[in-house]
């Protein structure tokens, strides 16, 4: 009986009645809650918002006074990728179609459960391994809710699967069970060029209707000539604090757990896909792209990547997932005897059953760059180290990291870094201001116990010894006291990210 009544309700759920498709929406909720829905159960709304408004963002001038599309004259890049709305960002009008949680009808916010874009025709061509979507194509893209965007059909599913997969043409920079509808929640916004599209989840809540933890990320897709990315990529993901990875009804307990959230790209032929990794967890812990066992969603934080999905063969270049808070763009070592700055480069292969060699070189810094030891593998990772002694002061130096994988043509993929050598009196030990907020370490030197002050600024801690690998990490807010009492005399690395940017200061355990 229960299954003929679900059966109703599904018919008469596309039924296409503007007055209706609410209370519908309404009953699939209740329906989802009990644990009844699959997430393609679809509502479709006829008076849809048929097209997104293509705009162009404010004082968009470029170093030689010429116009561009990047927004405000900002680039992402892997160390500075969110884009900072504007008066041309707009809330997404998810009124198209979906499944349960629709938005009441007149919300500016459009805050929801399950629910889509209508279909939209971009106006520039976006390339997907060999397929092409935009105006030259008859295919559509659809903004989901739930963390993802899709190519010729929407999406209400919430419970993410692994890539690769036959059934989904997707780009999920993080397919979860998004729910705004939560008084605490955040929504859903985009910006629409004539040669990018920009879409961010900002401080969104989970189902059901939660807002305890809330995840912010951002997607960007381009033609691939858009200033706004790096030339030779076409997508980006960005995230800032990421908090939670499961809704109720994907058997999530207070956000975690139960069926994994989903990172990456499939393009729906069960053979072409990149998956980052799947998340289930909180925690700092990445394991692999498969995701066996799935990753924890603060290893994320204020992470961002950079590809190209623009291939005809079902191989993608290694992925560089080394831009956390030590590694970036610009690193900085500082004039004060021997100091040595020492980082972890890292990169995965996109797809399953490749392994990646890592090699790095910098000429310019000669004897005082050196490699202290490289591995290949799923995760390829390389250490080295800079040797401040006799660097010139305020002088720029390059380093070049290079990935390949043993995919079929072998493809690589090559990292610039430049290290910007600091007088002393700016390096970071002790008290360091960012924007105008003090961050302080002491005492220090220590004895393994020690304390943390952030001026009330949410910050993700790693603690990295001589070797480069992380031996402490954790997420603090204003002042904590950390216990590090299980490391060994030493000098460390304390690196501190946050929204509004990123401290590195040196710590020194004695006893």
């Avoid at 679809?42 to 048929?50: E, F, L, M």
Wanted: proline share 5%; charged share 15%.
């Amino acid at each position: 009986m229960k299954k003929i009544l679900l059966s109703i309700l599904i018919i008469f759920s596309f039924v296409a009645v503007k007055a209706q498709y609410k209370n519908y929406g309404d009953n699939l909720t209740d329906l989802k809650k009990q644990g009844k829905l699959t997430g393609k159960e679809r509502i479709y709304n006829p008076n849809a918002t048929k097209h997104l408004q293509i705009t162009k963002s404010i004082n968009q001038v470029a170093k030689n006074g010429s116009h561009n599309n990047a927004t405000m004259g900002v680039t992402s890049t892997q160390c500075n990728c969110w884009i900072p709305k504007d008066t041309s960002f707009h809330t997404v009008p998810f009124d198209g179609s979906g499944a349960s949680g629709p938005p009441t009808p007149g919300d500016p916010n459009y805050a929801n459960d399950d629910w889509s874009t209508y279909g939209i025709t971009l106006p520039f061509n976006f390339c997907l391994y060999g397929d092409t979507v935009g105006i030259d194509s008859t295919h559509q893209l659809f903004i989901n809710n739930n963390g993802n965007i899709s190519f010729g059909a929407p999406y209400s599913d919430f419970t993410a699967v692994p890539f690769p997969s036959a059934q989904y043409n997707m780009i999920a920079p993080f397919w979860g069970d998004v729910d705004t509808r939560g008084a605490g929640s955040g929504y859903v916004y985009y910006q629409l060029t004539s040669t990018h599209l920009i879409i961010q989840w900002d401080s969104v809540g989970y189902f059901m209707e939660h807002d305890d933890k809330s995840n912010t990320f951002q997607l960007i897709i381009t033609d691939g000539t858009d200033p706004l990315l790096p030339v030779g990529y076409n997508i980006s993901f960005c995230y800032g604090d990421m908090q939670w990875t499961t809704g109720d009804a994907s058997s999530g307990v207070l956000g975690f757990r139960g069926f994994p959230a989903t990172v990456g790209i499939n393009k729906g032929d069960g053979i072409n896909y990149f998956q980052l990794s799947l998340f289930d967890t909180a925690g700092t812990a990445y394991t692999n792209p498969t995701g066996t066992p799935a990753s924890g969603v603060d290893w994320l934080d204020y992470r961002s990547f950079l590809f190209n999905s623009c291939g005809t063969s079902n191989n993608l270049p290694p992925l560089s997932i080394s831009n956390d808070s030590t590694v970036c763009d610009t690193m900085n070592v500082y004039v004060v005897g021997d100091t040595l700055i020492i980082q972890r480069l890292s990169f995965i292969p996109p797809e399953a059953n490749q392994f990646t060699t890592i090699a790095a070189a910098s000429p310019d810094l000669g004897s005082n760059f050196s490699v202290i030891n490289s591995n290949s593998g799923v995760v390829a990772s390389l250490t080295f180290r800079v040797s401040s002694n006799g660097l010139t002061l305020g002088n720029y130096y390059h380093i070049t990291a290079t990935s390949t994988d043993n995919g079929t043509p072998a493809l690589s993929t090559t990292m610039n870094y430049v290290v910007h050598v600091l007088d002393s009196s700016s390096a970071v030990t002790g008290i360091k201001t960012i924007n105008d907020k003090q961050i302080s370490i002491y005492p220090n030197p220590n004895n393994g116990n020690f304390v943390i002050e952030t001026n009330n600024t949410k910050q993700f801690m790693q603690v990295y010894d001589v070797t480069g690998k992380v031996v402490l990490s954790q997420t603090i807010t204003g002042k904590a006291t950390i216990d590090a009492s299980n490391l060994s005399e030493g000098v460390y690395n304390v690196s501190l990210t946050s929204s509004k940017g990123v401290v590195n200061k040196r710590l020194v355990i004695v006893r």
